[in-house]
């Protein structure tokens, strides 16, 4: 497994934005099937975006236009780029990777999680 450790959430305004970002420790980062979820209290894990080892990109409807996911191999970190936020983004944002295999969205194919970090967005 590769161990995560996530950054960059905190305090917004509606309509602000922020940058979260995501080191994984290893030599492997690239072999990996990267995905950001976030989790409200008293709600189950949700899933945001995921990004394949070749760079392709899928969104869920709620985040898609306004959040962007991206990798940078040689600095093994994963992104989510969070725009036009909203008070319904906010959520513990968590980074998640697998090898890769058939497509998924499932937390549960995901064997490799961060902490999390906090993201609150204000109306």
């Known amino acids: 497994q590769v161990q995560l450790v996530e950054s960059g959430g905190g305090l917004v305004q509606a309509g602000g934005s922020l940058r979260l970002s995501c080191a994984a420790a290893g030599r492997t980062f690239s072999s990996y099937a990267m995905a950001w979820f976030r989790q409200a209290p008293g709600r189950e894990r949700e899933f945001v975006a995921t990004?394949?080892?070749?760079?392709?990109?899928y969104y869920a409807e709620s985040v898609k236009g306004r959040f962007t996911i991206s990798r940078d191999n040689a600095k093994n970190t994963l992104y989510l780029q969070m725009n036009s936020l909203k008070p319904e983004d906010t959520a513990v944002y968590l980074c998640?990777?697998?090898?890769?295999?058939?497509?998924?969205?499932?937390?549960?194919?995901?064997?490799?999680w961060g902490q999390g970090t906090q993201v609150t967005v204000s109306s």
């Open positions: 990004i394949s080892t070749v760079g392709s990109r």
């Open positions: 998640a990777a697998r090898i890769p295999g058939t497509f998924t969205t499932t937390p549960s194919d995901f064997p490799s």
